[in-house]
């Protein structure tokens, strides 16, 4: 891989890893904030999926984010990222399709790019950190990453 790469490889596991560092912070910081978040999509939810996915939803978050900051794991940190967006996806796009008038709930008062209710801004803005996330899975972490220097020091010669 180029340093090019690297550098921009860097950059996105660093922002990635970052964003959902702080999703994270704000669901653990008010997890009753985010029960009713999870509560207020009006999936139908039994109690206790919506209670475990009030707790299980930002740990995950916290070991994919520090996974991607670090370069650990990069392939599969970003996968997880990407199937947690797919689950936030299907959501989102349930909501609007039922007309419900809420807010994500993702990032507590803080707003990545779109403000107001969920709508179609918000579709847009996970389907961006997908393919973001998307270039992690194909390309790796690049050279500035815990991964590399795994690999690196596995092809040493003792």
């Known amino acids: 891989m180029t340093g090019s790469f690297s550098l921009v490889a860097l950059l996105l596991r660093i922002g990635l890893g970052g964003l959902f560092l702080l999703a994270a912070f704000y669901k653990l910081r008010d ?3 985010f029960a009713e978040a999870v ?3 009006r999936m139908g ?3 206790a999926l919506t209670q475990l996915a009030t707790y299980a939803v930002p740990w995950t978050e916290v070991f994919c ?3 991607l900051v670090l370069g650990l794991w990069t392939r599969a940190a970003a996968a997880v990222f990407i199937a947690l967006i797919g689950v936030f996806l299907v959501g989102i796009i349930s909501v609007i399709a039922r007309d419900l008038n809420i807010t994500c709930g ?3 008062k803080f707003k990545l790019y779109c403000e107001g209710p969920v709508g179609w801004c918000k579709v ?4 961006a950190l997908s393919a973001l996330a998307g270039v992690l899975l194909v390309c ?3 050279r500035i990453s815990l991964d ?3 690999a690196r020091l596995a092809k040493k010669p003792t």
């Open 106 to 108: 993702c990032f507590g």
């Open 140 to 142: 790796g972490g690049g």
């Open 148 to 150: 590399s220097a795994a």
């Open 65 to 67: 984010g520090v996974a």
């Open 31 to 33: 997890p009753m904030t």
């Open 39 to 41: 509560m207020a999509y």
């Open 45 to 47: 939810l039994p109690d």
């Open 124 to 127: 847009g803005e996970n389907l």
